[in-house]
């Protein structure tokens, strides 16, 4: 049975600072894993989907890798604002084509 | 942009009363699914569907049951609500094509109150 976990479950960090949010998964056969974002009472916004066959990904002041052999993934945020504090979800599809998700990390950016 | 609509935001309903959750999603998406979050537990799947009037248990579907009429419409229903099914609700959809590398599109979520 697939297990992710988001270490840790909850980071502060004053704003300008990179950043770095972690997720492991247990079985390593999958076929992609998608970071997400949630605010708070919100619904889950995508962001980032890294393929299988893929190490990273980027879109703007994000990046995200993939380590599939060691089941591992890691959130790179560059220059954090504080319009960043949000909880950061990952979640891995496998082979059943079954998303697992992460418990979550929260993130809040100070002033 | 993906639309996922959720009919609520926040509902409060009694112990036994029969639930309609709505979800509707404006791109033809031909899967969609439902989700529950708790606190510590994260987000466990309850039922998906892969086509009109198609559905599939997810791990959690006791208490549950779905319908799928039209491809842009997902109801998720409590038929006897009770107060362990307080929990905020979510709706997702994807594309089938290459639905195996497809993000998930989520709605804003339903905070359902069973007292």
Known sequence: K???TQIPAAL?????????LNCSFTDSAIY?????????????????????????QTSGRLNASLDKSSGRSTLYIAASQPGDSATYLCAVRGTASKLTFGTGTRLQVTL | DVKVTQSSRYLVKRTGEKVFLECVQDMDHENMFWYRQDPGLGLRLIYFSYDVKMK?????????????EKKERFSLILESASTNQTSMYLCASSPRLFSYNSPLHFGNGTRLTVT
């Open chain 1, 12 to 20: 502060s960090v004053p704003e300008g600072e990179n950043l770095v």
């Open chain 2, 56 to 68: 599939e248990k997810g791990d959690i579907p006791e208490g549950y049951s779905v319908s799928r």
């Open chain 1, 2 to 4: 697939q297990e992710v």
């Open chain 1, 32 to 56: 992609n894993l998608q970071w997400f974002r949630q605010d708070p009472g919100k619904g889950l916004t995508s962001l980032l989907l890294i393929q299988s066959s893929q190490r990273e």
